[in-house]
T-cell receptor, first 114, second 112 residues
Framework: DVKVTQSSRYLVKRTGEKVFLECVQD?????MFWYRQDPGLGLRLIYF???????EKGDIPEGYSVSREKKERFSLILESASTNQTSMYLC?????????????FGSGTRLTVV | QKEVEQDPGPLSVPEGAIVSLNCTYS??????FMWYRQYSRKGPELLMY????GNKEDGRFTAQVDKSSKYISLFIRDSQPSDSATYLC????????????FGKGITLSVRP
């Protein structure tokens, strides 16, 4: 069974902390994505990557950065956590670059910044 | 106009009802259409996947695409309490670097 694994289900961090969210996929997918999901706002794309060491900004990259040193791992970094970054964070991966392949999502990390 | 519009709901139906969930879109380049189901405190999972216009059936679920009207639907027959979840539509064009565009999702509750 294909898997996208997010390292933490729940996290509580303090304002100003540097936060790392880790995502690992075991499907040899090229594409990986980070979303946040908030009530009434749906899924919003933060960053994505089509290859190792490659990254592109999504719709809401401010306050975030990413790292993809290995094909299977895509990390989201909150440089200085703020309360408005309290959210559900979802990682996804896909095998297709152009043929409309669906995404496989992880179970999500619910981050609370206090 | 947003690229993908989905009725925000929520929607509550009795067990056994037929459920119709819908999305409209504005980008005529969309060719692949999907429905994701998301249970509470879980990530979305791919439920149905269709290419271009037409219908696709999988058990109690039917996905329908009408490209001429830019309208997609998910029908659930004989709905069960276990169908209670948030349903998100998603779509993408063909071509390199295409990403999924999601609807905001609708929360369905099936009452026993």
């Amino acid at each position: 069974d294909v898997k996208v694994t997010q390292s933490s289900r729940y996290l509580v961090k303090r304002t100003g902390e540097k936060v790392f969210l880790e995502c690992v996929q075991d499907m040899d997918h090229e594409n990986m994505f980070w979303y946040r999901q908030d009530p009434g706002l749906g899924l919003r794309l933060i960053y994505f990557s089509y290859d190792v060491k490659m990254k592109e900004k999504g719709d809401i990259p401010e306050g975030y950065s990413v790292s993809r040193e290995k094909k299977e791992r895509f990390s989201l970094i909150l440089e200085s956590a703020s309360t408005n970054q309290t959210s559900m964070y979802l990682c996804a991966s896909s095998w297709s670059r152009g043929s409309g392949g669906g995404y496989t999502f992880g179970s999500g990390t619910r981050l609370t910044v206090v | 106009q947003k690229e993908v519009e989905q009725d925000p709901g929520p929607l509550s139906v009795p067990e056994g009802a037929i459920v119709s969930l819908n999305c409209t879109y504005s980008n005529s380049a969309f060719q692949y259409f999907m429905w994701y189901r998301q249970y509470s405190r879980k990530g979305p999972e791919l439920l149905m996947y269709t290419y271009s216009s037409g219908n696709k059936e999988d058990g109690r679920f039917t996905a329908q695409v009408d490209k001429s009207s830019k309208y997609i639907s998910l029908f659930i027959r004989d709905s069960q309490p276990s169908d209670s979840a948030t349903y998100l539509c998603a779509m993408t064009p063909t071509g390199a670097n295409s990403k999924l565009t999601f609807g905001k999702g609708i929360t369905l509750s099936v009452r026993p």
